[in-house]
């Protein structure tokens, strides 16, 4: 099974980091206002940065570590894409 970090990007421009197993089901629970309470007021969301991880672990440190990143960091990292 593969895990997922995720970058959405939010309706108000602010930047949502999230783990996932399954990102299109992720992002439409974000967009159905079933995702993370962060999210709910910003809808729609847009997916701008996925990264892929064999191990459940390295997705978790990874989402840790973006999420400790500035927002200019952040945007540099979804521009990369």
């Known amino acids: ?3 997922y970090v995720y970058v959405v990007k939010c309706s108000d421009d602010t930047l949502y980091t999230g783990y996932t197993t399954d990102v299109d089901r992720r992002v439409k629970e974000h967009n159905s206002g079933e995702g993370a309470k962060y999210t709910r007021g910003r809808t729609p969301v847009e997916v701008v940065h996925v990264e892929e991880f064999g ?4 997705a978790m440190s990874r989402e840790a570590e973006i999420k400790s990143l500035s927002r200019e960091e952040k945007e540099r990292l979804t521009e990369s894409r």
């Open 55 to 58: 191990e459940r672990g390295e």
């Open 1 to 3: 099974m593969s895990h």
